[in-house]
Antibody
Framework: QLQLQESGPGLVKPSETLSLTCTVS??????????WGWLRQPPGKGLEWIAN???????YYNPSLKSRVTISVDTSKNHFSLGLTSVTATDTALYYC???????????????WGQGTLVTVSS | SYELTQPPSVSVSPGQTARITCSAD??????AYWYQQKPAQAPVLVIY???ERPSGIPERFSGSSSGTTVTLTISGVQAEDEADYYC???????????FGGGTKLTVL
């Protein structure tokens, strides 16, 4: 059974960089036909997509966050990571990682999700 | 900008049929996806590519598409279906992923 687990600091100071890692178990991150994504959900609010990455390194970013976001993948460790610079209180959210199958030019939806990790931006 | 519009809330009695809509300009060219999220839980994919149901999702969940609107239908609603439901799609370039604002389904 595929499992995704987010990890990283739960508290980040304003203006600093948020760094999270998603470790994939039960399957290989480089098995192909999958993108891997980061999404977030501010407390009491809806879902927001942040970025996707393919095991080869191809990336897609949400334009509203693109100037502050970096997504990367380490196939040797079977994990992918998120960096978000210059954080403010509005970046406080539950951050999820998820798998996104891609077949014949179409996506199949984010089908496996981590449990989420709460990141609070506060001094 | 590309937006997906959902009603904030839908209420139904147990056993009835719930329909949650999602509309946008680009939907006819891109598929829609539906996620169920219960309190303190990660979202669960319940419909993909407008009408496909992942394995393990009950048959009472179905999806359809007509013009610029996609609809999630839950037939014979059960108390356990009470949750927030989000539609999601992709822009015409296939590189921008968008979520609707979410619909809170209340089972009366």
């Amino acid at each position: 059974q595929l499992q995704l687990q987010e990890s990283g600091p739960g508290l980040v100071k304003p203006s600093e960089t948020l760094s999270l890692t998603c470790t994939v178990s039960g399957g290989s991150i480089s098995s192909g036909s999958y993108y891997w994504g980061w999404l977030r959900q501010p407390p009491g609010k809806g879902l927001e997509w942040i970025a996707n990455i393919y095991y080869s390194g191809a990336t897609y970013y949400n334009p509203s966050l693109k100037s502050r976001v970096t997504i990367s993948v380490d196939t040797s460790k079977n994990h992918f990571s998120l960096g978000l610079t210059s954080v403010t209180a509005t970046d406080t959210a539950l951050y999820y990682c998820a798998r996104l199958p891609y077949n014949s030019g179409w996506y199949d939806g984010f089908d496996y999700w981590g449990q989420g990790t709460l990141v609070t931006v506060s001094s | 900008s590309y937006e997906l519009t959902q009603p904030p809330s839908v209420s139904v009695s147990p056993g009835q049929t719930a329909r949650i809509t999602c509309s946008a300009d680009a939907l006819p060219k891109q598929y829609a996806y539906w996620y169920q999220q219960k309190p303190a839980q990660a979202p669960v994919l319940v419909i993909y590519k407008d009408s496909e149901r992942p394995s393990g999702i009950p048959e009472r969940f179905s999806g359809s598409s007509s013009g610029t609107t996609v609809t999630l239908t839950i037939s014979g609603v059960q108390a356990e279906d009470e949750a927030d439901y989000y539609c999601q799609s992709v822009d015409t370039s296939g590189t921008l992923f968008i979520f609707g604002g979410g619909t809170k389904l209340t089972v009366l």
